[in-house]
């Protein structure tokens, strides 16, 4: 669903510099009440193009001009436009990721890609975990594709583009294994303060962009750091691993998916850090438990168990309750936030 203006408004970044070979609009969830996955979708979503991708036009380098609302050059598109099409990755052909292979393409012959907030529109995203799941572990498979793909460019653009590919693409490793070892040093405490990190990390991230948005929803945004650490972390090593995999893993948008073979990653994630739960308390019992420690202890999980209860409660209160009022009723894209 595109608003009236998008298309105006992307031509006018085009016009605006013969070296722009591509712009991006200001995505939105249509149906983001409908479930508490569509709704941090939407909140994830704000924050990815309006903070994100307006950070890469800033330099010139956005890195995905998203499918549903995008407009390139037309003398471009033909200089590639076979070539994308049939793209193939360790000889299989690529049917997903499109939109960031053509990305790309145009940022391989050194020209701009640009995003604008002015161009809107509204797209569905999935309602399930599941079928959550197995699009996030589509996407993050052509990402690490795009990603060898993009870095032979980046000496034509701006170093940005070199800083933030290098940071987000091994981001997910060094978490990984920073998690694994304090689940396995054998205190407690070392646990809970990273719990407490990633959600302290996760709510001024999210406060800043309420300030930026004017909206308190974007608060909740802090709860998709829980999302990431859960799921999208093990679904991108498993992204890695069956990445020359070209099938798409979820079936139609209105029929129930029977694709549960993104759950193995899930599994062996939290088996992983369950074992280093029993490991961490074991070692705990064999040795005195300083009555200080205890304290400290007893205030940490206080105060992550209250972030919960005050943030499930909002939740509850703003969005569940309002949300299934706003779902049946007309949407304005322009004051829609």
């Known amino acids: 669903m595109l608003d009236p203006a998008s298309s105006v408004e992307m031509v006018k970044v085009l016009e605006e510099d013969p070296m722009v070979g591509g712009v991006g609009g200001d995505v939105q969830i249509l149906n983001k009440y409908e479930s508490w996955i569509s709704f941090l979708s939407s909140v994830r979503y704000w924050m990815a193009f309006n903070i994100e991708r307006a950070c890469q036009s800033y330099f010139g380098c956005v890195q995905c001009i998203s499918g549903p609302l995008g407009m390139y050059r037309n003398s471009l598109l033909h200089e590639f436009l076979e070539d ?13 990721g499109d939109d960031r292979h053509l990305t790309n393409r145009v ?73 694994i070892q ?32 004017g909206n308190i929803v974007m608060v909740f945004m802090s709860f998709y750091s829980v999302l990431y650490m859960s799921s999208l972390l093990p679904a991108k090593m498993f992204a890695i691993a069956t990445i020359n995999k070209s099938g798409w893993g979820t079936s139609g948008r209105k029929t129930i998916v029977v694709n549960f073979i993104g759950l193995i990653p899930i599994s062996v994630w939290f088996t992983i850090l369950f074992l280093g739960i029993i490991y961490t308390v074991i070692q705990e019992t064999r040795k005195p438990f300083p009555e ?46």
């Not at 994308?84 to 997903?96: A, D, E």
């Not at 800083?163 to 294994?177: K, Q």
């Not at 396995?184 to 930026?212: E, H, M, P, T």
């Not at 206080?302 to 007309?330: E, M, N, P, Q």
């Open 292 to 337: 200080s420690e205890k304290i400290v202890l007893i205030i940490g999980a206080v105060v992550y168990a209250s972030y919960w209860v005050i943030l499930l409660s909002l939740y509850t209160v703003l969005i569940s309750k309002c949300g299934k009022r706003k779902k049946d009723s007309a949407y304005d894209m322009v004051l829609d936030v």
């Open 182 to 213: 304090l689940f396995y040093q054998g205190r407690l405490w070392n646990i809970l303060l990273f719990l407490l990190i990633v959600q302290a990390v996760a709510l001024i991230k999210s406060s800043f962009a309420s300030c930026l948005r």
């Open 107 to 179: 940022l391989s012959l050194g020209y701009s890609t640009k995003y604008t907030a002015r161009s809107k529109c509204l797209t569905e995203t999935p309602i399930t975990y599941l079928r959550w799941l197995n699009q996030q572990t589509r996407w993050s498979k052509s990402y690490f594709r795009e990603w060898l793909y993009n870095s032979m460019w980046f000496h034509k653009h701006h170093l940005w583009m070199t800083y933030e590919a290098v940071i987000t693409g091994f981001f997910p490793f060094f978490l990984i294994a920073t998690a």
């Open 84 to 96: 994308w099409y049939n793209q193939t990755f360790m000889g299989s052909h690529c049917s997903f």
